[in-house]
Nanobody
Framework: QAHIVQSGGGSVQPGGSLRLSCAASGFTSDNYAIGWFRQVPGKEREGVSCISNIDVSTYYADSVEGRFTISKDNAQSTVYLQMNNLEPDDTAVYYC??????????????????????WGKGTLVTVSS
């Protein structure tokens, strides 16, 4: 059974940095996309950044382009989200998720209409002075 375990998060002042980690296990195929999503109360969950497990394809939402960097360590089956120059609007619960046979842009922008998506439990990121 595929399983996602995420870690990281916390509180930081505006302009600060945080790193999130997401470990994937139990996947029966290497062909999956994995990414980070965030949600604030009253709003839909949005895709922040996604990466392919089998190639170098990445996707970033416009709101984080240039500030966030997604990367992966295939040996550890772990994906990271380095978040720099954080802003108060980045405050949200961040979720890691993965889906088989999915392009990275589709993973980040169309997750709600995909088939099975494996989700982590979420971690709170708070950006406040």
């Amino acid at each position: 059974q595929a399983h996602i375990v995420q870690s990281g998060g916390g509180s930081v002042q505006p302009g600060g940095s945080l790193r999130l980690s997401c470990a994937a296990s139990g996947f029966t195929s290497d062909n999956y996309a994995i990414g980070w999503f965030r949600q604030v109360p009253g709003k839909e969950r949005e895709g922040v950044s996604c990466i392919s497990n089998i190639d170098v394809s990445t996707y970033y939402a416009d709101s984080v382009e240039g500030r966030f960097t997604i990367s992966k360590d295939n040996a550890q089956s772990t994906v990271y989200l380095q978040m720099n120059n954080l802003e108060p609007d980045d405050t949200a619960v961040y979720y890691c998720a993965a889906a088989y046979d999915t392009a990275v842009e589709a993973m980040c922008t169309m997750y709600s209409v995909l088939g099975m998506v494996y989700w982590g439990k979420g971690t709170l990121v708070t950006v406040s002075s």
